[in-house]
């Protein structure tokens, strides 16, 4: 399952020799309490990610990916209830105090959120928030942290990054402030960013650049990425791994080629074929109907029976397991073993973008 | 050539700059000198990045906005700011964020009902009868019209915002960036739901995205704009396999493609 980077290609071979992971998620669940009652939000899961890996999350809204990044953050909200361990290296993040655990944001892991209008503080400069990561975490001096601030601010693509610092929130676009949430992510040195759709709110002409940017300076200096979002296209250009999450529980896993030229799964068939079409014969994109999704009740068995076109019988009652399709490659799909009908669906590569 | 329902002359649009940035007072031109004429039952997409204009010309199309000069005309007639109740049934506008489209207090049945009622579209006692059919259009059940929209999903609430345009009776639909809130899979739906009415009903539309893949789905003529100004219009097909002018060509390179990043074994 633990890959390296080839030398001769710097890309993730699925032969490679093992070597420990950067992030290790074990057996992670995440009980939430909800008007309706308690609601499982994310459903015994572990995977991890490689050092220097790019890992993509997918999953619909209400599939638990957000909530899954925010207890890696240790950031949930009053209530939650969190089992499962979760190491950073091999410091068991799961077991830190509160106090420990946020001084353990920033530097090893860092994050940037999907928002840019909300995530910067309204009444501080730039370039005091940017600073203000290597002040608290490594003592750096004030004059020493807003250098290095206006130097990260230059490195990711702003211009007269010293006025810039100067400025507060309001008088920057959307696409600048990301940009300044990147330089933020980046301050500490840390070995992984989480990222929570961080260009849902831009339009594809930024989220573009925004996502070149991240390539080149994260993966570039070794930093591993934890990338979150709904859009498994963006993900396949970005990443090296993709996961599919489903109602909590993640139902496929694997290098991205693997997972997107041959989904063992219904469901991550069917968002790829839910993407709108650039090249090729235009083919109406699929809806993925059926009933929305009830994170309270979830279904007995695999919990996309109800708005999976094929389901069968065994679906309804078969407990989940996430077992191996391929190397390193992981389904939760009784049509997993490479027995998708697919042919009967239609087909997800080729015609789709 | 019959009529264009919707025709624009050498619109443009300018606000007051209140001074956001440092030293940069004056106006901003958001739309200049844009012409542009819609056929009946067309389907054309307006495309571009945030802040080249597009909303901009969205509201002065439906008279939310006055326009500097030039003129809007609807099926032939000049508005000039005239805008009755008839003429505002016309062209209807569905908007981009489904959360703050609806009125949070009312139930979605009732949000078409007194659409209805205002209009006199129906008689009183026919009004559910017509909503739930307007719910149907967009495939979704009866029972939603009992609802309030905070236990509707974002796709959900699209849908109403769909209905209550259809409500009217419109010719002319002006979506404005109405999947760019909505997962992927989720955009699909909503996309199928546009094609479906414009075959079953021959709407004509008005479709604006930032999204060239997502436009490719449901128009056959594209304008492209950059900066207030239309630089490239023609068919969807011309425009992806030979896009003319370089900004086309930046957003065409913008769109994720599966599978783009190579290499695994």
């Known amino acids: 399952m633990l890959q390296t980077p080839s030398l001769a290609t710097g890309r993730w071979r699925s032969d490679a020799v093992p070597e420990p992971p950067l992030l290790s998620v074990r057996d992670l669940s995440v009980t939430l309490p909800t008007r309706q009652g308690y609601m499982k939000a994310v459903d015994g899961v572990s995977f991890d990610v490689p050092s220097g890996s790019a890992f993509g999350l997918v999953g619909e809204s209400g599939s638990g990916k957000s909530i899954l990044l925010r207890s890696i953050l240790g950031l949930l909200p009053d209530g939650a209830k969190v089992e499962g361990q979760i190491y950073l290296e091999e410091q068991e993040l799961s077991a830190l105090s509160p106090k420990r655990r946020a001084l353990s944001r920033g530097k090893g892991i860092s994050v940037i959120f999907q928002d840019p209008m909300t995530a910067l503080n309204p009444v501080r400069r730039i370039g005091t928030q940017i600073a203000e990561g290597p002040i608290v975490h490594s003592g750096v001096k004030r004059s020493a942290a807003h250098a290095r601030a206006i130097e990260l601010l230059t490195e990711v693509g702003i211009a007269d990054a010293a006025e810039v610092a100067r400025r507060y929130p309001h008088e920057l676009s959307g696409g600048m402030r990301q940009r300044v949430l990147i330089a933020m992510a980046l301050i500490c040195d840390p070995k992984i960013i989480l990222c929570d759709e961080p260009t849902t709110a831009l339009d594809v002409t930024l989220q573009k650049k925004v996502i070149t940017l991240l390539e080149r300076l994260c993966l570039d200096r070794g930093v591993a990425l934890l990338f979150v979002s709904h859009d498994l296209a963006l993900v396949s250009e970005l990443c090296d791994f993709v996961t599919v999450m489903y109602a909590g529980q993640l139902v496929e896993t694997g290098l991205t080629r693997q997972v997107i030229d041959s989904p063992r799964h219904v469901y991550t068939w069917a968002l790829l074929r839910s993407l709108p079409t650039i090249d090729g014969p235009k083919v109406a994109p699929l809806s993925i109907g059926g009933p929305a999704l009830d994170r309270v009740h979830a279904p007995s068995g695999c919990r996309f029976h109800p708005r999976c076109p094929i389901a069968e019988e065994p679906c309804t009652t078969l407990p989940y397991e996430l077992s191996e399709v391929g190397q390193g490659h992981r389904s939760a799909c009784i049509y997993g073993d490479g027995t998708l009908p697919v042919p009967a669906l239609g087909d997800p590569g080729g015609a789709v973008r | ?265």
């Open chain 2, 1 to 265: 050539m019959s009529t264009p329902i919707v025709e624009l002359r050498d619109l443009s649009v300018s606000f007051a700059n209140r001074g956001a940035g440092r030293g940069q007072r004056g106006r901003v031109i958001a739309v200049d000198g844009v012409s542009l004429s819609v056929e009946r039952g067309e389907c054309i997409g307006i495309v571009g990045e945030s802040g080249c204009g597009k909303s901009t010309l969205v509201r002065t199309v439906v008279g939310l906005q006055k326009p500097d000069s030039g003129e809007v005309l609807i099926d032939g007639a000049p508005v000039d700011g005239q805008w009755d109740r008839a003429r505002r049934r016309r062209i209807q506008l569905v908007f981009q964020d489904p959360y703050s489209a609806l009125n949070p207090a009312m139930k979605v049945g009732d949000v078409l009902g007194e659409l209805l009622a205002v209009h006199r579209l129906v008689p009183r006692h026919s009004i559910r009868e017509r909503s739930a059919e307007l719910f149907a259009a967009v495939g979704l059940p009866p029972h939603y019209l009992d609802v309030h929209p905070r236990a509707l999903s974002g796709g959900q609430r699209q849908r109403v915002s769909i209905a209550r345009a259809l409500a009217l009776e419109p010719e002319v639909l002006l979506a404005d960036e109405v999947v760019s809130a909505l997962d992927v899979s989720i955009q699909a739906d909503i996309l199928n739901v546009l094609i479906r009415l414009r075959r079953d009903l021959g709407l004509t539309v008005m479709f604006i995205s930032h999204d060239l893949a997502v436009v490719r789905q449901l128009c056959e003529r594209v304008v492209v704009m950059h900066r207030g100004r239309i630089v490239e219009s023609g068919s969807i097909n011309s425009v992806f396999s030979d896009p003319q002018d370089d900004y086309t060509r930046t957003l065409l390179a913008s769109i994720p493609r599966v599978g783009a990043r190579g290499g695994y074994t």
